[in-house]
């Protein structure tokens, strides 16, 4: 019989009980949000006394995993071809029966296949986390996407998810446990962002002093609402701000483009800037007296947002998916209708109209928001309670 995972650091199991073995699977090691919380999760359970693996098929921030006392073991989990999918079942099921695994848990769709048939033939305990909507616009894709339902317990990283998840798969409501994503409030402290930080980050991007910056994290993708935004700038008819559109093409140059193309023809080239990937996005948040996240589409749960608001930012968020569960209105921020260009620029205009009074309250109440509600701590002590919960049901 094994010792369930301590659901707090620091605890020392019985001795005459081994530690929990937990296996998390995914795509790859890159960078993002699924990635971020593997790695989160594996120091979680090195640091409740556990044995953390992650098998992936490697990239930048395996590192990270070796850091904080994790195990990597590189397979190609990333394909999404059938044949390819089996072989790795067959890996993985090698890997629990050699390593002595108790837990299987799934992050994406192609590795959770895999997982989930390795842990049939192993009778290992199976969970999995259910990070987006996925394309279901057809009964091949839904069946494909079902694997994310199918784990012993299914983690929903918002409200939202869950509820889509009962909708279109019909999930059990008693299998769902809703763990929002965790902020890493170390890293994301207004008091620990230096003035040299500062400094550094606004002469790299050129911003004029004392003017109000209002920035838009997040990749160049359509679906994230950068042409929204621009034109809600454009409607808001201020040229005194400085707007930034933070985050890399991933190689969508003519998207990009596309940016441009719509900053030139409103003749916002002094006032809109793509200054592409920030490392340091704690500083940056510092830099913004407004955070905005204009995606036309539903966050399945909306890092940005809640990272912002860690930093004492008023946001702005379109009025669906996990921001509906992350804002609140007038108090933390403002939600626009999703697509509509004048409702978001009435929203900045609110944002960039407030008194020092107000701002300061503001910054207040949505750093107490996220650090009561969404912290990384929360999310992994959470995450640890399913494990357990899932580890007890064959005992």
């Not at 983690?155 to 902020?183: D, N, P, Q, T």
């Not at 960039?352 to 300061?360: G, N, V």
């Amino acid at each position: 019989m094994i010792d369930s995972i301590n659901s707090q650091a620091g605890q020392t199991p019985e001795s005459s009980s081994r530690l929990a073995t937990v296996v998390q699977v995914l795509p790859a090691m890159v960078t993002g949000g699924v990635e971020r919380g593997t790695v989160e999760m594996a120091e979680a359970i090195v640091n409740a006394g556990g044995r953390a693996i992650v098998v992936s098929a490697g990239g930048p921030m395996v590192h990270e995993l070796t850091r904080v006392g994790a195990e990597h073991i590189e397979m190609p989990v990333d394909s999404k071809n059938f044949f390819m999918m089996r072989k790795n079942a067959t890996r993985l099921a090698k890997l629990i029966q050699q390593e002595g695994v108790d837990l299987i848990h799934a992050r994406s769709r192609a590795p959770a296949w895999s997982s989930y048939w390795a842990s049939k033939w192993t009778n290992t305990p199976f969970v999995t986390t259910f990070h987006g909507t996925y394309g279901h616009g057809n009964p091949l894709k839904r069946w494909y996407n079902s694997v994310m339902t199918r784990g012993e317990r299914v983690i929903a990283i918002s409200s939202f998810i869950a509820g889509h998840m009962r909708k279109i798969y019909g999930v059990r409501r008693e299998l769902i446990r809703v763990i929002h994503r965790g902020v890493d409030l170390f890293r994301f402290d207004p008091e620990k962002v230096t003035a040299e930080r500062l400094v550094k980050l606004s002469t790299q991007w050129n911003i004029p002093d004392g003017v109000p910056v209002v920035a838009l994290p997040g990749r160049l993708t359509r679906w994230k609402g950068q042409l929204v935004f621009i034109d809600a700038i454009a409607k808001l008819g201020r040229r005194d701000i400085c707007c930034l559109l933070i985050g890399s093409d991933q190689g969508r140059t003519d998207y990009r483009k596309e940016l441009v193309k719509r900053i030139k023809k409103h003749n916002l080239e002094g006032v809109i800037t793509i200054v592409d990937e920030c490392n340091d996005m704690p500083t940056a948040y510092m830099l913004s007296d407004i955070v905005v996240s204009a995606s036309t589409d539903p966050e399945a749960f909306g890092r940005v947002v809640c990272e912002a608001q860690a930093m004492g930012r008023p946001v702005v968020a379109t009025d669906h998916g996990g921001a509906r569960e992350t804002v609140i209105e007038d108090e933390t921020g403002w939600l626009c209708k999703p697509g509509d260009v004048e409702s978001m620029a009435t929203a900045i205009g609110k944002g960039l109209d407030l008194s020092a009074e107000k701002r300061e309250k503001m910054a207040q109440q949505a750093i107490s928001h996220i650090r009561e509600g969404f912290s990384k701590d929360a999310m992994c002590s959470k995450t640890l309670e399913v494990y357990n919960e899932v580890l007890s049901l064959g005992n």
